[in-house]
């Protein structure tokens, strides 16, 4: 079975959030689902920040579906956007 890598955007509810908080959490919630080879968090605009993650999922179908529903029900979530996916 091969593997896809995907970069994941993900926006908080508020400036308020703290990302890495929100990081660990997704990380229990993902669990075995996905691996998380790198994180970044970037500036967008007036103090809002998002949490950049590049996922490691297998390549079948609805894998990818199923990790970013997970993280979409992580508390302080507001939106998750695929930036984009190809294969390792």
């Known amino acids: ?21 929100m990081l660990e959490s997704i990380k229990k919630e993902i669990g075995g689902d996905a ?6 968090i970037e500036d967008i605009a007036f103090g809002l920040k998002v949490l950049k993650l590049a ?4 390549e079948v179908e609805g894998a990818l579906e199923g990790v970013e ?17 190809t294969r390792l």
């Not at 529903?69 to 996916?85: A, L």
């Open 69 to 85: 529903e997970k993280i979409r029900n992580v508390k302080g979530v507001s939106e998750v956007e695929i930036e984009g996916v």
């Open 1 to 21: 079975m091969g593997k896809v890598i995907a970069i994941v955007k993900i926006f908080p509810e508020s400036t308020d959030v703290d990302l890495n908080v």
């Open 35 to 40: 691996t998380i080879s790198d994180t970044r």
């Open 55 to 58: 996922l490691i999922v297998p």
